[in-house]
């Protein structure tokens, strides 16, 4: 009897649970399903190889699409990624390897004021840094509005990554007579480097979906530059500001390309989170 | 000829130099004072994890520590090669002579003592990412020696010396986490031996292992002790009976005896030694 009431109970929870989980998919579903509705029309040919140009363009029927954009994505949020993957992955190790050192309540405090700040104020900060004294909206300055974004995630990631590698390995390393510098690069970091990988991509997925850093750093631009150090000296268009502006324009055809750049920019979130899973689940394998 | 020009090279780059040869030769004979604890303490902020201990580690001898939980023999034992620079709240005052040098004297770089002087661990800790043959050759590899044939003679030869090498020679390439537990520790053990360490200290270094992996490292220290000068901590008195030359019995922070190991097991100074000895408590 007992025993019954326990099974039953068992079936309830399991229920509950399972109902819970379908109750937080559902809306992303909704969400993933509403965009690619909206935008698959405007994903053609056209799309991934014209530039954007006037709305009449597109009023017109036309040749325009997103070219410069994804382009534009990529090159800022690669940059980013260089200048915050060192820098943060630096801090990290700084944290976690030298808890003692005497600027590390600094880091730490710069770290998570960092990470609590608005996106909109590192915009801010790199406007003030970056396009004030360059006298122009530029690719960099985007790239350096996200490695803001970036760098706070990825030093957390990194110290929580290093922090989990038993400390008797790096006794082990210094008890060959090896300094500790030399311990953290061949031995630490290398174990950690799963743990690593999945921080640098966490990062990039955030950064990717930002676009109120952007809005007057790279700002935006409906054409392809006509140099290439236009993508880093020049204002650069980047697929959550387009989104943005597409958006809040009055013309149909834009409203409709600016789903198609959510399923593009939805993509690249999921792919990079889909490779950061593989690489998870393909270390923790290569560890048995 | 290329091999012993290379070797001549690892040897000149091991920091060996700074003693007149006389000196070496006397220090290095079998039986001489090899180092030696001088009222050495070691505090943890507060508390104090062994106290004022002297105590002298013979040339190419085993010395074994022994003595209940907690006693501070593994606290001594790391106090020999500077690990606790890594403890956070760690102190160490007194001296720990090696070769009549303190170790703990502010111009003694503690890379350079850990070189000279090694550690086993209570637990095998192979580096995970790396092949069985780089974990070996991890202390000569990363410091730049890049020499393929010597590290190969090291390999061979630190894996011997560790009994592992007919276990092991046909899958050097494999991660040194695929091997069981005993060969691990064996694995640790030929690590520590590829940088030719002077001392050894070893941590409790059978604690985990079966009874036969116990046999082969308990042999193999004794065929050791013809080259490096070893201090081992065990918690097994059969063990430190069988296999060690003089024996320090510690017990709460205090070095109560130390004396050659046959007379510890048969005729100790002191009640304490005998009682523990006994198995009366501990």
């Known amino acids: 009897m007992n025993l019954k009431r326990r099974h039953w109970r068992d079936r309830l929870m399991l229920g509950v649970l399972s109902a819970a989980t379908l109750l937080v998919l559902i809306p992303l579903f909704i969400v993933i399903a509403y965009v690619v509705v909206q935008g698959i029309g405007a994903l053609n040919g056209d799309f991934f190889t014209k530039e954007l140009g006037s709305p009449a363009r597109a009023q017109m029927g036309q040749e325009t699409g997103l070219v410069h954009t994804i382009l534009g994505t990529m090159v800022v949020d690669l940059l980013a990624l260089l200048l915050a993957v060192p820098l943060g992955i630096g801090a990290g190790i700084m944290l976690s390897e030298y808890p003692d050192h005497r600027l590390n309540p600094l880091l730490r405090l710069l770290n998570d004021t960092l990470n609590g700040m608005p996106a909109i104020l590192k915009g801010l900060l790199a406007f003030a840094l970056i396009v004030k004294p360059m006298g122009t909206f530029s690719g960099f300055a985007g790239a350096v509005a996200l490695a803001f974004v970036m760098l706070p995630i990825i030093a957390r990631t990194t110290e929580s990554a290093l922090m989990i590698i038993p400390w008797s390995i790096r006794e082990a390393g210094l008890a060959l007579g090896l300094p500790r510098w030399r311990v953290v690069l061949s031995t630490i970091i290398p174990t950690a480097r799963v743990g690593l990988i999945t921080g640098i991509l966490i990062a990039f997925a955030r950064a990717a979906g930002e676009a109120a850093p952007l809005l007057f750093t790279s700002f935006g631009n409906n054409y392809l530059p006509s140099h290439w150090s236009g993508w880093l000296l020049g204002p650069v268009d980047t697929l959550p500001q387009r989104l943005y502006s597409l958006a809040i324009s009055p013309y149909k055809q834009w409203h409709e390309m600016g789903w198609a750049a959510g399923i593009i920019l939805l993509s690249m979130v999921i792919v990079a989170f889909v490779i950061g899973r593989l690489a998870w689940s393909g270390g923790r394998v290569a560890k048995r | ?282």
């Open chain 2, 1 to 282: 000829m290329e091999q012993a020009e290379a070797r001549k090279t690892l040897v000149t780059r091991a920091p060996y130099g700074r003693r007149p040869e006389g000196q070496t030769a006397e220090l290095r004979e079998m039986g001489k004072v090899r180092m030696q604890a001088r009222s050495l303490s070691v505090h943890y902020g507060t508390a104090v994890g062994v106290r004022d201990v002297t105590l002298p580690i013979y040339n190419q001898q085993i010395t074994a520590l022994i003595g209940p939980s907690g006693c501070g023999k593994t606290t001594f034992l790391r106090a020999l090669n500077r690990m606790h620079d890594q403890t956070r709240g760690a102190r160490v005052t007194g001296q720990a002579l090696l070769d009549g040098e303190d170790i703990y004297a502010p111009k003694i770089d503690p890379v350079i003592i850990r070189r000279r002087v090694g550690m086993v661990f209570q637990k095998p800790t192979p580096f995970p990412t790396m092949s069985i043959y780089d974990n070996v050759v991890a202390g000569l590899k990363l410091v730049g020696i890049r020499n393929t044939a010597l590290l190969d003679e090291v390999v061979e030869r630190a894996l011997h010396q560790a009994a592992l090498w007919d276990e092991v020679k046909d899958r050097l390439r494999n991660p040194g986490g695929s091997l069981s537990g005993g060969q691990q520790q064996r694995l640790s053990i030929a690590r520590a031996l590829a940088v030719e360490p002077e001392v050894l200290l070893m941590d409790e270094p059978t604690s985990s292992l079966d009874p036969q992996s116990t046999m082969r490292i308990e042999e193999l220290m004794a065929e050791l002790k013809t080259q490096v000068t070893i201090v081992i901590v065990t918690h097994n008195m059969q063990q430190a009976s069988r296999i060690s030359d003089h024996t320090a019995f510690f017990y709460v922070g205090d070095l109560v005896e130390f004396n050659p190991t046959r007379k510890m097991f048969t005729n100790p100074d002191e009640d304490r030694t005998e009682d523990y000895i006994t198995g009366r408590f501990g």
